[in-house]
């Protein structure tokens, strides 16, 4: 929790949304997501609770 705030790491997104992390890479890298601008010390992505929501939004998107 920062400034009120609840952030996710990559690992802790794909396993509640239940995808791979290279999938969400892949979205990510692919531009179907937007990256997050969000980022600890080590460099690490830091998800909020609306940014798992599009995640899982695209998870059950059917193309």
Same mark, same amino acid.
């Given at each position: ?8 790491? %990559? #690992?802790? $997104?794909?396993?509640? $949304?239940?995808?791979?992390?290279? %999938? /969400?890479?892949?979205? /990510?890298?692919?531009?179907? /997501? !937007?990256? %997050?601008?969000? *980022? ?7 998800? #909020? ?8 939004? !695209?998870? #059950? %998107? /059917? *193309?």
């Amino acid at each position: 929790m920062l400034r009120g705030q609840r952030y996710f790491r %990559t #690992t802790e $997104v794909c396993r509640m $949304v239940g995808i791979s992390r290279s %999938t /969400l890479l892949r979205w /990510l890298s692919s531009g179907a /997501l !937007e990256d %997050t601008p969000r *980022r600890d010390r080590r460099d690490w992505r830091l998800f #909020t609770e609306a940014d798992i929501k599009k995640i899982e939004d !695209e998870a #059950t %998107t /059917l *193309r």
